[in-house]
Structure formats: structure tokens, C-alpha cells
């Protein structure tokens, strides 16, 4: 296939355009800033592209039979934050890239803070608890509610469209370099029970996986590792 990457630099991304590659798909590489590309392609074909303008967007796509999005909102902590809303713009401007290109799949990286922990309950809506997960465990500041907060309403963008969208909430806190196994635990709008974190290379495989063979069209799933 044909598979674009946005967010082509950071550490999903470039797990996916390496895990894609490796699949032999055509891979086009996007980032804002051209100071970011590898100085080997890696068998990508890199390009300029801002993924908050709805029309660089839709000419970047041209052509292409999936976009996978694992684009961040900031450089470090404390710039993500500040620029949460990013995420929600990011969405809408996607979303009316791809109005353009009815025909093209979209798969987004989003967070885990909107996965249910009991019925109806989701976690990032748990109070205290959810803070304490914040701070204690992630090891970001309470603030960083905003973030999850952006991208819980970037998944509600997409749910609204009805564009071929497909929406990733990885059920573990964070996603750092690791192993490549193969191997993960799938679910729906639940969070997954017991030891979660996966690696950044095992969620590319989880994404190509999803993007050769689509299960969760126009719906949001999860992985944990296996």
C-alpha cells in the first residue's frame, strides 16, 4: 500500500515508517520541519507538511490508501501542554483534508486518559486518582490533564465525521523505545487489565497490523502488551 505518516519523526512515528517499510509499502514521510529528516531516508520519501492546515494536508495525501497520525503537540513536556488544543485542530483540519480524499483510511494515535475503567467512568475523569497517575506514575504535572483532555475531544472530531477513521488509545501510560515482539492484547473503549505498557515498536506493529487488515473502522481501539 500506499501509507503516509504524519508525526514521521517522533518515536511512534518512526517506528511506524520503519515497521512499514519492512511490510514493503510505499512509505511517504510527513513532518513540519525539514531540519528533522533523517539524514538516511530509511526507504521513506520525505516531505514538508503541517499537519493544522486542512489544505497542505490534502494535497500531501494525494494518492495515498492510508494515513497514520502520530503527530505530538509540542517538543518536551511542558510545550505539549501548552499547546494541547493543537490536538483538537489538528483533528478538524484532517478531517477536512480528507473530505477531499473520501477514499483514504486515517489512523490516529491518541491517549489512553478516555478509555473506560468502569462503565460509563473513564479514566481521565477519575479525579484524584487519575492525578496520581499524572504525577506518580507518568511523572508529568496535573496539568497535563489538558492534554488528555484535547485528546479525548480530537477522538470526538473524528466520531462526529464520517470519514474512514480509525482512532488507537494505547492502554499503557507510556510508550518508550523497546523490543519488537509481535506481540500485544487488543480491546475496545475498555482499558485493558494488567501489565499495559508496550513499546513503540510493538504499537507500529499493532498499527500496520490495522492498516493491512482493518478491524475498527469508524471506531476506537486498544492495545496493551501481551
Not at 107 to 125: F, M, N, W
Not at 134 to 155: F, Q
Request: net charge negative.
Amino acid at each position: 500500500m500506499k501509507i503516509g505518516v504524519f508525526g514521521a519523526t517522533g518515536v511512534i512515528g518512526t517506528r511506524v515508517v520503519a515497521e512499514a517499510h519492512r511490510r514493503d509499502h510505499q512509505v511517504t514521510a510527513f513532518a513540519r520541519d525539514a531540519s528533522r529528516f533523517p539524514a538516511v531516508p530509511d526507504g521513506a520519501t520525505w516531505q514538508v507538511a503541517d499537519w493544522l492546515d486542512a489544505g497542505t494536508i490534502a494535497g500531501a495525501i494525494d494518492g495515498l490508501d492510508v494515513v497514520i497520525s502520530a503527530v505530538n503537540a509540542g517538543h518536551g513536556i511542558d510545550d505539549t501542554i501548552a499547546n494541547a488544543q493543537n490536538f483538537v485542530n489538528g483533528a478538524r483540519a484532517m478531517v477536512r483534508a480528507l473530505e477531499q480524499h473520501p477514499e483514504i483510511r486515517l489512523i490516529a494515535v491518541g491517549g489512553g486518559g478516555s478509555l473506560e475503567v468502569a462503565p460509563g467512568r473513564q479514566l481521565v475523569d477519575t479525579g484524584t486518582e487519575f492525578t496520581q497517575i499524572l504525577t506518580d506514575v507518568l511523572g508529568v504535572p496535573a496539568e497535563y490533564r489538558t492534554v488528555v483532555l484535547a485528546l479525548r475531544e480530537a477522538l470526538n472530531v473524528y466520531r462526529l465525521s464520517n470519514r474512514h477513521w480509525t482512532y488507537l488509545s494505547p492502554s499503557s501510560g507510556r510508550i518508550d523505545p523497546g523490543p519488537r515482539t509481535g506481540r500485544y492484547r487488543v480491546g475496545g473503549d475498555q482499558m485493558l487489565p494488567g501489565e499495559a505498557d508496550i513499546s513503540a515498536e510493538d504499537l507500529a506493529v499493532a498499527l500496520l497490523d490495522e492498516a493491512e487488515n482493518p478491524r475498527y473502522l469508524q471506531r476506537r481501539f486498544t492495545v496493551a502488551a501481551a
